[in-house]
């Protein structure tokens, strides 16, 4: 099991700029694949961003690309989500998860239901 702890949420007008982090503990970090989610009031969790275990392959939900990007550094254990030209519909509370199988399974994952691991969210709200 992994213990994952998000940080870096708040509130942003518009157009601004959000960077979140998430600290995991617990296992081999770097075997496995992580991802953001995020889940909006009234709305099922969807995906935001995912990234494989080396970092060289990512995916990216349509309602974010070319404005969210996903990263890890390995040595820090740490994974993050630079959030750009945020919208008012980019609000919900964001999640980071790790992946439930290792890297010598499948390189990457995107759908909630391959992450076994989940922080305990931070929220994001962006005024317009």
């Known amino acids: 099991q992994v213990q994952l702890v998000e940080s870096g949420g708040g509130l942003v007008q518009a157009g601004g700029s959000l960077r979140l982090s998430c600290a995991a503990s617990?296992?081999?970090?770097?075997?496995?694949?992580m991802g953001w989610f995020r889940q909006a009031p009234g709305k099922e969790r969807e995906s935001v961003a995912a990234?494989?275990?080396?970092?060289?392959?990512?995916y990216y939900a349509d309602s974010v690309k070319g404005r969210f990007t996903i990263s890890r550094d390995n040595d820090l254990n740490t994974v993050y989500l630079q959030m750009n030209s945020l919208k008012p519909e980019d609000t919900a509370i964001y999640y980071c998860?790790?992946?439930?199988?290792?890297?010598?399974?499948?390189?990457?994952?995107?759908?909630?239901?391959?992450?076994?691991?989940w922080g305990q969210g931070t929220q994001v709200t962006v005024s317009s």
């Open positions: 617990g296992r081999t970090f770097s075997n496995y694949a």
């Open positions: 990234i494989s275990w080396s970092g060289g392959k990512t």
């Open positions: 998860a790790a992946s439930s199988r290792p890297r010598w399974y499948s390189e990457l994952y995107s759908e909630p239901v391959d992450f076994g691991s």
